[in-house]
């Protein structure tokens, strides 16, 4: 389970240091925030390509949901600058 | 209670080969999940509407992705445990061990495809030494000692091994050029011994490196006749990429670093 553990660690690692340095620039707005996590996740997923076959299905399933949150949030941003 | 008409019926019964029933253990990833997924909407909804900060709710986000994250990871975990795998791994080669130790078998096996052993990729390992693959003039039953040949010493112990059943865990049977992509994915995802794997092809050889290589195997009759846990897993790919039946002609370590040599029998 070390590539688990190792794909796990760096998702944390890169959000984390993500939050920080967003934090650190005076960011404000928490779909920004949540726009960078998800481009590191789909990185992340992307550059890790061993992941077993159910495990690689199930993380799929994440990605459309967060897909699916951001569509959400575009377009409160859009009812909201209207 | 079974009669004797039934016990001398028609032959020996067929041998079962269903997956083995065990609980599985608990599962850490799903437990990491959960928390994650509870203390960050928690931590971030109150980050959020009582202390009117983003960027400590964006911290709680960030932990319910990685909880969604624990959550996906949980469905690659083993059905038994790690230390429970290796005991039914130890006890099938000491047995297969045995069984060649008892009938003085010591020459090199040869991996065949499933469609040259009746469905399942198999090991062959042939009472002489098979040199070219069409002396593998038939096709091989389903059965342990098989004949492969017309000729009097033309017979063989045909055994599943490692590489036979990970076959099963690929998704599409791997094309001759993805050889190196099914072997990564094998050894480096789903049995979790290796960090890296890198094979190249000239003529009839195929070499292949491993990198971060983690399995120990001590010298067994086992590995001498049918190579080492990666050597078995390459060799059963590089035959199911190839359709052809492979030989391992050379098995090298130096600490973590593992070279395996194969050649494809023509």
Not at chain 2, 167 to 194: H, R, W
Request: glycine fraction near 8%; proline fraction near 6%.
């Amino acid at each position: 389970m070390r590539l688990y553990n190792l794909y796990l660690a760096a998702i944390a690692l890169a959000c984390l240091a993500c939050d920080v340095l967003l934090a650190f620039a005076g960011q404000q707005e928490l779909s920004v925030y949540f726009i960078y996590n998800m481009g590191i996740f789909l990185v992340v997923t992307a550059l890790f390509t061993y992941l077993d076959g159910p495990a690689r299905r199930a993380l799929s399933a994440v990605g459309a949901g967060l897909l699916l949150v951001l569509f959400v949030v575009v377009i409160l941003e859009a009812v909201g600058t209207t | 209670m079974p009669v004797a008409s039934e016990l001398a019926g028609s032959g020996p019964p067929p041998v079962e080969t269903s997956d083995l029933a065990v609980s599985p253990p608990p599962n850490p990833y799903r437990r990491l999940g959960a928390g994650l997924c509870l203390g960050g909407a928690i931590y971030g909804a109150a980050a959020y509407l009582l202390l009117n900060s983003p960027p400590l709710a964006a911290i709680g986000m960030s932990a319910v992705l990685l909880g969604a994250v624990s959550f996906a990871l949980a469905f690659s975990r083993p059905q038994v445990s790690g230390e429970a795998a290796r005991l039914m791994l130890q006890a099938g080669t000491q047995n297969i061990s045995a069984l060649l130790e008892e009938l003085n078998l010591t020459t090199p096996a040869v991996y065949l495809p499933a469609r040259l052993a009746g469905g399942q990729a198999k090991a062959l390992i042939p009472l002489q030494e098979i040199s070219e693959g069409r002396e593998l003039a038939r096709l091989i039953p389903a059965r342990l000692i098989v004949r492969y040949g017309p000729g009097e010493a033309e017979m063989a112990l045909a055994v599943t091994t490692l590489g036979s059943l990970c076959l099963e865990s690929l998704e599409n049977k791997p094309k001759p050029g993805e050889v190196t992509q099914a072997l990564s994915y094998l050894l480096v995802g789903k049995l979790d011994i290796a960090r890296g794997v890198h094979c190249w092809r000239e003529g009839n050889t195929v070499q292949v490196d491993i990198r971060g290589a983690r399995w120990q195997e001590r010298s067994t009759r086992y590995t001498h006749c049918l190579g080492s846990l990666a050597a078995t897993v390459a060799a059963s790919v590089l035959s199911e990429a190839v359709g052809q039946p492979v030989r391992i002609k050379a098995e090298t370590r130096e600490a973590d670093m593992a070279a395996v040599t194969l050649e494809i029998l023509r």
